[in-house]
């Protein structure tokens, strides 16, 4: 092989000239190309002997290594060995003995094939180097209820993917977990190389509060609300609500009202529900006649309005001219023009009722007849 020493011995003679200009019976070359060596004996008895000998040298191989340096940390590589002939063997660092290896290096990190002709050896290096990958890191991993969402915020990296079912994308994520467990995500940086990192959250099982009931009430009545499943209550609105804070509490709305509890179990976790009070709003209950003749029997226009809210009267006689008007629910028409000591004749006339409840407008029409005899 090219650059190794060999030993040349000529004998049988007692003084040798060689072609390299040794005068020794023994001679120690390193030819790096095919090379003839001569040497002349000098014999007493034969006189002088030319003889040669030809070393012959076989070409090193030319090992060279083609890879995809650099590469993604973990990141599968395959190195291609070139250089040699037919017949060639290979040896690499890894202990492989084929062509064509495939790593997967975490870390930049140095590989050596060695090529053997079957006389002659050479080796060559390799060295993969690493693209920088993202340090990711998440945050945001407080303990959470069951029924509360979690807030989780990645950083490191441009781009990323979580394996929360259904799967979410980007840096900040908000789902509600169902159980305590481990939540990962891969993070992708410039380089194009991704990272990942899990991270640990704790679920609290949540004790959910329960409202009852819905129901229907008329204006002025109230009903009993009841909540129930967890350890302290608060309800709202709190205005027309008798214990704000009891599981039970007595209500009286004056308008249809939603009314929500607010819960919160023994481990902390917050739940809410709701009732729905509604108001019915009853009609006035309107004569159709009266005999203001001072017999103290149905001598006054009375309307009946149980639970309703303050409304307006207006009455009018058959020519369209005002008699009687009252926003007061407890002043009743007793026949009188204006409230003056003039009758109005026997006959029939015209009124207008006119009222809110909750958040209904009520405009009532009707006729009424006074008679006297």
């Known amino acids: 092989c090219p650059g190794v020493l060999d030993s040349i011995q000529a004998t049988g003679g007692g ?92 870390t930049q990190t140095i590989y050596t094939v060695t090529e053997s002709n079957g006389a002659c050896t050479a080796s060559k290096n390799d060295t993969i180097f690493m693209k920088p990958s993202p340090n990711v890191g998440i945050s945001g991993n407080g303990p959470t209820c069951s029924n509360e969402p979690l807030t989780l915020t990645a950083t490191g990296g441009t781009s990323y993917i979580w394996n929360t079912v259904p799967q979410q994308t980007g840096s900040t994520i908000t789902f509600q977990p169902t159980s305590s467990g481990t939540i990962w995500v891969v993070a992708t940086g410039p380089s194009g190389c991704a990272d990942t990192t899990p991270i640990n959250i704790t679920v609290t099982k949540a004790q959910l509060v329960t409202a009852c009931c819905d129901t229907t009430i008329a204006l002025g009545s109230s009903v009993h609300i009841v909540a129930s499943g967890v350890t302290s209550y608060a309800w709202n609105p709190q205005a027309t609500t008798g214990c704000a804070t009891c599981a039970t509490t007595l209500v009286t709305p004056t308008v249809t009202t939603t009314y929500t509890v607010t819960g919160t179990d023994a481990n902390g976790c917050v739940s809410t529900a709701t009732v729905v009070i509604s108001i019915e709003c009853q009609d006035f209950q309107v004569p159709n006649v009266f005999t203001p003749n001072n017999d103290k029997i149905n001598d006054l226009f009375v309307i009946h309005a149980e639970h309703e809210p303050a409304y307006t009267i207006e009455i009018y006689d058959r020519w369209g001219v005002k008699v009687f008007t009252s926003n007061d629910p407890t002043d009743y028409w007793n026949g009188k023009i204006n409230n003056t000591g003039a009758e109005a004749s026997d006959g029939v006339y015209y009124y207008i009722i006119k009222s809110s409840c909750g958040s209904e407008d009520y405009n009532k029409h009707g006729f009424v007849e006074i008679l006297r005899k």
């Open 15 to 106: 003084k040798y000239t060689w072609s390299t200009g040794a005068t020794t019976s023994t001679i120690t070359v390193n030819p790096t190309i095919t090379t003839p060596y001569t040497v002349t004996v000098h014999s007493y008895c034969t006189g002088n002997v030319q003889l040669s000998v030809t070393l012959h040298v076989v070409p090193l191989p030319a090992p060279t290594i083609s890879g995809n340096s650099p590469i993604c940390p973990g990141t599968p590589d395959v190195l291609s060995a070139g250089g040699g002939i037919a017949g060639t063997k290979y040896s690499w660092s890894t202990g492989a003995s084929t062509s064509t290896i495939t790593v997967s290096p975490k």
